[in-house]
């Protein structure tokens, strides 16, 4: 089963940083892109940073400069690194990719920064 595993959310004080791993499971060689997406609180997921098949990365306007989205495709891994971090970067944060026409997500890992 193909599936998707993300790790190191933490609890972190303000301006803190905290490197979040999603890695690829299952009997696939690897990824091309990857998003990641935080959800605060039951509203909608949003969208934080994606890095794409040719390397090119994107972020949001609030995470720009602070965060840094990485993969590492025979560790079938991305990495979003997050430095200076806020209060309002609170939130459970996913990993996403498509394989085919699938839609894979991860579970989710918490982030809680303290003020």
């Known amino acids: 089963q193909v599936q998707l595993v993300e790790s190191g959310g933490d609890l972190v004080q303000s301006g803190g940083s905290l490197r979040l791993s999603c890695t690829l499971s299952?009997?696939?060689?690897?990824?091309?892109?990857m998003g990641w997406y935080r959800q605060v609180d039951g509203n909608e997921r949003e969208w934080v940073a994606g890095?794409?098949?040719?390397?090119?990365?994107k972020y949001a306007d609030s995470v720009k400069g602070r965060f840094t989205i990485s993969k590492d495709r025979v560790a079938k891994t991305s990495y979003l690194q997050m430095n200076s971090l806020e209060p309002q970067d609170t939130g459970v944060y996913y990993c996403?990719?498509?394989?085919?026409?699938?839609?894979?997500w991860g579970q989710g890992t918490q982030v809680t920064v303290s003020s």
């Open positions: 299952g009997k696939i060689r690897s990824f091309s892109a």
């Open positions: 890095i794409y098949a040719n390397g090119a990365t």
């Open positions: 996403r990719t498509s394989l085919g026409t699938a839609d894979i």
